[in-house]
């Protein structure tokens, strides 16, 4: 397969993650009252997993293709789909996750496209791609699908009938906070580079 086609398969992936992280609770809002079955749920919840680990695939034999045209396909993928997942995240539970009042899902995606935005940046300014993490692209992937796997516990463990918001909730702030070190690292080795 070529690099387009397994970026817009990944497209399709992240899409399809997305469309089961907005199905995972049924509860939307609070004039509508749906009794949700947890086995139901808890299949959504995996094949969100499933999904966002298949986009994670796409992704990497993606990048081991090595044609510049190649790499443009693998470019456009990334900031299409990956906000796009990060932000469904952010609208899984009971409407948007938040903390403090901020929704954290969309924090999170503009953060993620920051963080590539700077690492081809760099690339740009320094003639090389500036690849310092802790939360690069795949990082954030495996997160997510971990926390789909851990909303499912979460959601049998929970005693008050709930959607399992929880596990998302804090793990959308890691992926928060692990962008933000990110970018400021990549500055950093950046700047280091130029000067």
């Known amino acids: 397969m070529s690099a387009k086609t ?11 993650a997305s469309f089961c992280l907005d199905s995972v609770c049924p509860e939307k809002g609070d004039d509508v009252q749906v009794v949700f079955d947890r086995r139901i749920s808890t299949l959504i919840w995996l094949g969100a997993a499933v999904a966002i680990v298949a986009r994670l695939g796409c992704r990497k034999v993606a990048a081991g293709k090595g044609g510049r045209g190649d790499r443009l396909w693998l470019e456009l993928a990334d900031p299409i789909a990956d906000p796009w997942l990060i932000m469904a995240a952010g609208y899984c539970n009971d409407w948007v996750v938040k903390i403090a009042g901020i929704p954290v899902g969309w924090v999170a995606a503009v953060l993620a496209v920051l963080t590539a935005l700077i690492r081809i940046l760099g690339e740009a300014l320094t003639g090389r791609q500036v690849r310092v993490g802790p939360m690069n692209c795949a990082t954030r992937l495996i997160i997510l ?3 789909c796997l851990g909303s499912i516990a979460e959601l049998w463990i929970r005693q008050d009938g709930k959607c399992a918001q929880e596990v998302m909730r804090w793990t959308l702030a890691l992926i928060i906070a692990g962008c933000v070190v990110t970018c400021m690292r990549r500055i950093a080795a950046m700047a280091r580079s130029i000067t």
């Open 6 to 16: 397994l970026s817009l398969l990944g497209i399709l992936f992240s899409v399809v």
């Open 145 to 147: 699908a971990a926390a």
